[in-house]
Structures are given as structure tokens and as C-alpha cells.
């Protein structure tokens, strides 16, 4: 008798693995087809089938296609590395252009790794609002992110004339999916020289001379 609560304890742990592995392959199967087919073309049912599983797991693991969406943008956001950001700003305290090069470094994993999901943000955003406000929860992350870390450089730091607002602006403008997809799409530039090109670039419109 005494086996038996360790043996619905592991059994416990055996399902909710599963549960895991199952919503980790419905939100892999909304990104192929999202990112594939667009994301008019995209069911449901479709998801279901591509993953292997019935539509009501769907539903029950996600709700309706904007919340795989959603899920699916958030494994992006995480697979960028969002911890390691954060280490290296820490790391970097005091040597503005180095937080400038780990800012661009976190820019180019998330473009890399989940361009495509941004994108379809973005594109489907335009006639779903709530997929518009994830995409617009997004690019508000990132702003405050800047905000936080220009704010805490010393006076003098910033080039003459511009402001933290306006230092968030020209980031925004110069790191952006477009701009990365224009260089390794079009340009044929690896993605580790766009990260490098970021870091200067960044350096020469947002810092004082000699910062």
C-alpha cells in the first residue's frame, strides 16, 4: 500500500509532461502554418491536424487562433533569451555602448529566431485587434526596456541635443524585423554582422563623443 501515493504522484508528473509536450507541438505546428500558409488560410482544424491531435485539445491547451498566436509569439519572445539580456546589462553597468551591443545582440536572436511571428503580428493585427494589441504589448516592452536603460546613464551620456524620448525613437527606428530582413533577405549579411552594424550604429547616433 505504501507504493501507491508515490505511483499516482509520478503518475501526476507523467501527465503533466504530456500536457507540455502537447501544447509545445500545437503552438510548433500554429507557427509552421501561420508563418507557411498566412494567417487567413490558417484553421483551427488545421493546427489540429498538423500537431496530431483532435480540435478540443486545441482549444483546451490554447482557446481560438489568436490564442495561438499569442502563444506562439511568447515562446518567441522567450527564445531570444530575455534572462541572458538582462545578465549582460547588468554585466555591462557604466560602459553605455556595451549595453547598446547587448540590446542589439537580444534584437538580432529575437529577429532570427521569430521574425516570421512578428511579422504575422503585425500583418494579421491589421484586421484582428486583439492580435494588434499583442503586436502593440510587444514593441511597448521594448521601448520600456530602452527607456529603463538610457534613463540610468549619467548626464552627458546621450548625444548633444537629444533626450531619453527621443533616444527610444531613433533605437526603435533603427532595430527593427524589417530592417534585419532587408539585410540577411536582401543583402545576404549574416545575422552576426547586422548584431555588429547595430552595436556602431547605435553607438554613433545615441552617444556623446568619447562615450
Do not use: N
Not at 516570421?116 to 511597448?140: D, H, K, Q
Amino acid at each position: 500500500m505504501g507504493t501507491e501515493p508515490a505511483k499516482r504522484r509520478y503518475d501526476s508528473l507523467h501527465r503533466t509532461a504530456q500536457a507540455h509536450r502537447t501544447r509545445g507541438a500545437i503552438a510548433e505546428a500554429a507557427r509552421r502554418l501561420f508563418t507557411g500558409r498566412g494567417w487567413a488560410a490558417t484553421t483551427v482544424r488545421a493546427v489540429a491536424e498538423e500537431a496530431g491531435v483532435s480540435v478540443p485539445t486545441v482549444y483546451a491547451a490554447y482557446g481560438d487562433k489568436t490564442g495561438l498566436v499569442r502563444a506562439v509569439a511568447d515562446a518567441a519572445d522567450l527564445s531570444a533569451g530575455v534572462d541572458r539580456l538582462v545578465t549582460a546589462l547588468e554585466a555591462a553597468e557604466g560602459d553605455p555602448a556595451a549595453q547598446l551591443a547587448a540590446m542589439a545582440g537580444y534584437d538580432r536572436r529575437l529577429f532570427e529566431r521569430a521574425g516570421e511571428v512578428i511579422v504575422l503580428l503585425r500583418e494579421a493585427g491589421r484586421s484582428e485587434p486583439e492580435l494588434a494589441t499583442a503586436y502593440a504589448e510587444g514593441r511597448r516592452r521594448g521601448d520600456e526596456t530602452r527607456w529603463q536603460v538610457f534613463s540610468g546613464w549619467p548626464a552627458g551620456t546621450l548625444r548633444a541635443g537629444l533626450d531619453v524620448p527621443g533616444a527610444v525613437d531613433v533605437y526603435a527606428a533603427l532595430c527593427t524585423v524589417d530592417v534585419y530582413t532587408t539585410l540577411t533577405v536582401e543583402r545576404g549579411w549574416q545575422p552576426d554582422r547586422v548584431e555588429r552594424w547595430w552595436g556602431a550604429a547605435l553607438g554613433r547616433e545615441l552617444l556623446a563623443p568619447g562615450r
